[in-house]
């Protein structure tokens, strides 16, 4: 069935660091992408996506990138903040599903 | 910016109790979604409603749970008899069309004890 895989954690990195969590999938068909952040204490918040393949989703200086051909959709930033520690889930979801399928979740500290 | 509400936040009950989980959907949306997320896993689809019926439902939404849009507003989820392993944190999502996005709730806290 279809499914995602995201490295696993915690990731630990000073703040300025460079971030990348890797994040592929597997889907019978053309999904939408997702990054998905949970701050801590709080629900799941829509970070960025892309519904088809090449495009670019960016909020808040993350980038994610759609990449058929290898079937990633790995998450970056150029500089990370202390404020950017959350658990980070990578998702997708198919038209023909109501569900969105999650990742496991990569938790990301930064020290300052 | 309008958002998905639930209520409570955090719930504690004993085991073999019926509890029930509330959500407020965004207004315009049509779609309305129950995930969970035990401690330290993946959030799992639990179920979908829309035009007051299940649409779809996962191997894990049982007979013990049933959804309710009892009014125009809430989106409930009860679950009839709780065991241990309910324990989780229950998020709402609602969209306005299947193929949109899907934005979530801050989440219910279900400790059973």
């Known amino acids: 069935g279809d499914s995602v895989t995201q490295m696993e954690g915690p990731v630990t990195l000073s703040e300025e660091a460079f971030l990348t969590i890797n994040c592929t999938y597997t889907?019978?068909?053309?999904?939408?992408l997702f990054w998905y952040v949970q701050y801590p204490g709080e629900g799941l918040q829509l970070l960025l996506k892309?519904?088809?393949?090449?495009d670019k989703g960016s909020n808040k200086g993350f980038e994610a990138t759609y990449r058929k051909e290898t079937t990633s959709f790995h998450l970056e930033k150029g500089s990370v903040q202390v404020s950017d520690s959350a658990v980070y889930f990578c998702?997708?979801?198919?038209?023909?599903?109501?569900?969105?399928?999650f990742g496991k979740g990569t938790r990301l500290h930064i020290l300052p | 910016e309008p958002e998905v509400t639930q209520t409570p936040s955090h719930q504690v009950t004993q085991m073999g109790q019926e509890v029930i989980l509330r959500c407020v959907p965004i207004?315009?949306?049509?779609?309305f979604y129950w995930y969970r997320q035990i401690l330290g896993q993946k959030v799992e689809f639990l179920v979908s409603?829309?035009?007051?019926?299940?649409?779809?439902k996962s191997e894990i939404f049982d007979d013990q749970f049933s959804v309710e849009r009892p009014d125009g507003s809430n989106f409930t989820l009860k679950i009839r008899s709780t065991k241990l392993e309910d324990s989780a944190m229950y998020f709402c999502?609602?969209?306005?069309?299947?193929?949109?996005?899907?934005?979530f709730g801050p989440g219910t806290r279900l400790t059973v004890l």
């Open positions: 207004s315009n949306h049509l779609y």
């Open positions: 409603f829309y035009n007051n019926e299940i649409s779809e």
């Open positions: 889907a019978t068909g053309y999904p939408s």
């Open positions: 892309a519904t088809k393949a090449d």
């Open positions: 998702a997708l979801h198919m038209n023909r599903d109501d569900k969105i399928i």
């Open positions: 999502a609602s969209t306005r069309r299947v193929t949109d996005t899907q934005y």
